[in-house]
């Protein structure tokens, strides 16, 4: 076989896997981007996420104090009408043991003084 013509034969083999690896190595950078973007955008959903998560739970926290506070003012609602229908109770029994309320009558006619 020639020597030139062994060369170019070589040559041809050499330029052709250099020209396969060079498009791999295009594709793979291809991939690598792809990656890298979508790693990007995941990255900005995570910190959109956990932003939505700690305005949650500060809403959540505000929430629960408020709930705290209503049932502290429900309890001390609750006492106060205790200690206010004790008092009636106790009001009504005094007016029982003097009597009960005596009622004017409505019907009577006031009298002219002459």
Known sequence: MNPWCL???ITAFGLGAFIAGWQLIQAQER???????????CKS?????????????????????????L????E?????????????????RMLNE???IKHKSRHRRPRILD
Request: aromatic share 0%; hydrophobic share 30%; charged share 45%.
């Open 45 to 69: 959903e995570k910190e959109e996420l956990e932003i939505q998560l700690n305005d949650s739970t500060a809403k959540l926290q505000s929430l629960e104090e408020e709930n705290s506070a």
């Open 71 to 74: 049932k502290e003012k429900i």
């Open 7 to 9: 060369m170019s034969v």
């Open 31 to 41: 991939v690598n981007q792809q990656k890298e973007e979508e790693l990007r955008r």
């Open 98 to 100: 003097k009597g009960g």
């Open 76 to 92: 001390n609602l609750e006492k106060l009408v205790e200690e206010k229908e004790m008092e009636i109770a106790s009001l009504k």
